[in-house]
RNA sequence: GGUGCUAUCGUCUAGUGGCCUAGGACAACGGCCUCUCACGCCGUAAACCCCGGUUCGAGUCCGGGUAGCACUACCA
């Protein structure tokens, strides 16, 4: 039976959601649109200690940000800071659905599969200190305080005064479970070697993770579960559970995802590699309520959405030939689980920021102005429009990674040099320069208003089309006629307008300053340097 | 310690027994372009973890090592 698609993003509001939950969250997505299925989001807040204000809204709103679609569950409202919760499966939160999960812990205790115990957690403590590699199992359960070995009576009494015990499962021993996974085939694992999972605690009257997720997977009827590596040694008990439950026969495909790697030595991708190697391990800046802390985000290091999809799609999953730039709609019609390779990807940053550069230069020199007016805005007080800055900006965009790169590449067209920098001064500035440009002021000022700001198209030596600017034909002639070198001139020119040697060609830099602004520069440079 | 997963350039990866003299991308390096700095273009260097086996033929299949990682909670 062909069952419709429906695959769940489940994250716990620990804290910021990490990359490599969002590419987790990604993967989902891409699985579910590609077969025109469903994406829930449902909130696994079942340990209650853990709990940090506001993370739920962060993950939906990174979610969001990103452009990964929720059709069922939590999200965000559209064009709205408001969490909405969509469809009939839910509560979509799992400490709203206590009652569900009592249900089907009593059915687990009715059937056998599972039973009450007592054991504190300073007890089991000291069993492990005491018994090396000490595991509540078949094989220690009956040494333990709990219903397999109370009387019944006393069972009751103790429950019925308030004792607080858990409810663990009964893992039969010596069978062989196979999990299969899309990704990595068949996996068997012998059942021995599990514990009796605790999967319910009455103290705050809460399933553990793995009850709760497979009670609502079987409830929300997923078909899929696409999550991350570090599950699949779990993976058996979940299918043990679904078997104890008798769901077998709908439990959903697992498949478990690589890991997302620390991108020096060794090791799995933590949320305090960021701040120690200087790069974001978080879609959004995150304001940590309950430590204090403050991570950094992708969305406030100027990344662009699109290119943090891309790169992450790419992290794991690579499609059949050499492309490597993918829009949204493109991953979801090329992706596919058995592309996703089986060993932990390295995050490598700097490719991260190649891709931003990509989806940079896609942005339309408008769109990237209204992105980079409010860094504009904190830097001068600018009587530019946005087409102006627009203009400055596709002159200068090829040169950065990030929007917030661009202020340093187009600063000098805003604000005069106050300083000249010193290392082009001593290989640019020659002792001849202030008369060259005392001479080339006059040349200039000669050139009418209209004629300051024209170009046309012409061909070089070599046939191709090339922009010339009026100011050329004005200025070569006289420096080919005085024998000044034009490297010489033009850089000493160059310092006057920017201040260094660097910025894009010199005659769109005239043309964006303007007659008045470009001889008055250079007045200001011959005072300062002479 | 136990169990599981994994293993191609520094990094992400292509590779499904002959198309592999191992391809692409990022980063690195060199050159070209040029009034500067960039962009761009061209190029260089750079890898099949080891040992066996199967086969006419192995990066690809099998076994064994080794290494890395994950899990081993009343966390997810």
Redesign the pocket.
Known sequence: MDRRVRVRF???P?GALHIGGVRTALYNYLFARQHGGDMLLRI?D??ST?FVPGAEEYILEALDWLGIGIDEGLRMKKGAKEIEAVGSHGPYRQSERREIYHTYVKQLLDSGHAYIAF???EE?EAKRTEIP?F??DARTRMQMRNSLTMPAEEVKRLVDGGE?Y?VRFKVEPNEDVHVHDLI??E????SN?L?DK?LY?S?DD?P???LANIVDDHLMEISHVIRG??????APLHVLLYRAFGWENTMPQFAHL??L?KPD????LSKRDGDRLGFPVFPLEFHNEKDGTVSSGYRESGYLPEAVINFLA???W?G?G?K?LYTMDELIQEFSL??V??????F?Y??G??FNHQYLLQKSDEELAELFMPILETKVESRKTIAEVAKVIGLTK??VNFVNELWEQVNYFFVAPTEYDEK?LAKRWKEDSPRHMQELIAVLENVSEEDWHKNYETTDDKGNAVIRWHLDDVVMPWIAEHEYG??IV??AF?ICLVGA???????AITDVLGKEETLARVRAALRALN
């Open positions: 489940a994250p716990s620990t696994e079942t340990d853990r054991d504190t957690p089991l590699n595991q509540y607080k858990v990595r085939g996996v068997v694992i012998n070697i514990d605790v605690k103290a809460l553990t993770y793995h590596e570090e599950w699949l040694p779990s690589p890991l790697l030595g060794n090791g799995k790419l992290l794991g690579h059949s050499d490597e058995d592309r390779s089986k060993a932990g990807a390295k490598d700097e490719k920021k190649w090829d040169r082009s034009v490297g033009m850089n160059r040697a660097r910025g894009v060609h010199i005659w």
